[in-house]
């Protein structure tokens, strides 16, 4: 049986007579990786550019509209008596290309370059959670939504603005102030427009505008529908609606909606489907498929516990923020840093090794000598995900080396090799 969508008929071709090819026959298998070798003249190139493709190329040109062949030309007639079986065809340029981990033969060829638009333009983009293709939906609905909030909850509407651009944005900024708004947010850090705001032109940044602070309460309802349309129309369909007081936000889209996980997503572009882009790349593995992982064996001594670093990759308990950091990871999820490893139940274990599932957390933070406190929203990913990190910032080898006795290299976890984030992926 041929699975659904293959090519099931056999490629004929009948006394070519192309170039130096005398009266060839021959009969190909569909579906099938055919290489055709020979010494130099033999007609390789005659057989499978001249002959093959031109044909293929051919039939596919006649089979469009008169009005668009004007714009292609004609290809000429292979010189043989009778072809079956050959559908479109492509050729792809022959290249001598340096060693490079991240190439493939789809990025050398630069076909990859043609997918990444067919998948971005004429894909349907599916929720990697649920699996459901996810659809459009009402500025109406996203209202609805945020008005189901808890009363007194106080939010922030952002607007989508730039992501992943580098630059200083002072002619953005400007532009954005002449508008009439006040505050933006560039990489989670909120800024009033008329202070000067430090950015670094070589990094990338994330920058929203703020275009409205509410609080939900009986009577918001005409106040937050301006403030969506405006935030979705500067959004290019998307706003943001972040939680002033637990740092929590959620993207809300009228292009893209999953409604069975209940998350929206950003429209993707080709460059989404890029590993070598920041935008497209699995955020672990860099886009390369395969990661060095740490081995839990090697570094977990099963007998301590947290607060006698029980982990030889992780960031000391002694250290004020780390020291804080796990005892409020301690409170919320109900275990003690003092207890030993291998007595942990396995919810304290992923919570310390892999993170939580919020995107930010809380945290009340004390200064063990001055008495100091404070509270800090923290996105904490694990032990594992800020020691791989500081693997992959190490300008020095000395310490890659020393930290690569403790791990093996291994297909990443997260995009299973596939290379790209969790949305495109789908």
Same mark, same amino acid.
């Given at each position: 049986m041929v699975a659904e969508g293959t090519h099931s008929q056999k490629i004929e071709l009948h006394n070519v007579r192309v170039h130096n090819l005398k009266s060839v026959s021959l009969t190909l298998e569909p579906n099938q990786l055919i290489c055709f070798t020979g010494v130099s003249g033999s007609g390789k190139t005659s057989l499978a550019f001249d002959t093959i493709f031109v044909e293929g190329q051919r039939r596919y040109i006649e089979s469009l509209s008169q009005h668009v062949r004007r714009f292609l030309g004609d290809l000429p007639k292979p010189d043989l008596d009778m072809a079956s079986g050959i559908t479109p065809t492509i050729s792809i340029e022959q290249?001598?290309?340096?060693?490079?981990?991240?190439?493939?033969?789809?990025?050398?060829?630069?076909?990859?370059?043609?997918?990444?638009? /067919?998948? &971005?333009? %004429?894909?349907?983009?599916?929720?990697?959670?649920?699996?459901?293709?996810?659809?459009?939906?009402?500025?109406? #609905?996203?209202?609805?939504?945020?008005?189901?909030?808890?009363?007194?909850?106080?939010?922030?509407?952002?607007?989508?603005?730039?992501?992943?651009?580098?630059?200083?944005?002072?002619?953005? /900024?400007? &532009?954005? %102030?002449?508008?009439?708004?006040?505050?933006?947010?560039?990489?989670?850090?909120?800024?009033?427009?008329?202070? #000067?705001?430090p950015l670094d032109k070589s990094s990338s940044h994330d920058v929203d505008i703020v275009i409205d602070r509410i609080e939900i309460t009986p009577d918001i309802r005409a106040r937050l529908t301006e403030s969506i349309f405006m935030a979705i129309e500067i959004g290019e369909g998307s706003c943001i609606v972040l939680d002033a007081d637990s740092g929590d936000e959620q993207l809300l889209s009228t292009k893209a909606y999953a409604a069975k996980s209940g998350i929206s997503y950003p429209p993707l572009d080709p460059q989404d489907f890029s590993f070598n882009s920041p935008s497209g790349m699995c955020p672990d593995c860099q886009g390369m498929g395969v990661m060095h992982q740490f081995d839990l064996s090697k570094i977990i001594d099963p007998t301590k516990s947290i607060a006698q670093d029980c982990c030889l990759v992780a960031s000391s308990y002694t250290t004020v923020r780390y020291g804080n950091i796990y005892d409020n990871l301690a409170r919320l999820y109900h275990f003690d840093v003092h207890t030993p490893w291998n007595k942990l139940s396995d919810e304290a274990k992923t919570v310390f090794l892999k993170g939580t599932e919020k995107k930010w957390t809380r945290m009340f933070f004390m200064h063990p000598e001055t008495g100091a406190t404070w509270h800090d929203l923290v996105q904490w990913r694990g032990v594992l995900h800020e020691a791989y990190r500081r693997y992959q910032e190490a300008k020095s080898d000395t310490y890659k080396k020393k930290l690569e006795v403790y791990m093996h290299k291994g297909i990443c976890p997260t995009c299973q090799g596939g290379r790209l984030k969790a949305y495109p992926l789908a």
């Open positions: 290249k001598t290309t340096g060693k490079n981990p991240r190439s493939t033969i789809g990025t050398i060829t630069e076909i990859y370059d043609y997918f990444r638009v /067919l998948w &971005a333009r %004429a894909g349907i983009a599916h929720c990697p959670i649920s699996g459901e293709p996810v659809k459009s939906r009402s500025k109406e #609905e996203i209202i609805e939504e945020v008005l189901k909030r808890p009363q007194k909850a106080r939010l922030i509407i952002l607007a989508p603005y730039a992501r992943g651009k580098k630059g200083e944005f002072k002619d953005d /900024l400007e &532009a954005i %102030a002449k508008k009439g708004f006040t505050r933006v947010r560039i990489d989670q850090t909120i800024w009033l427009l008329d202070q #000067e705001i």
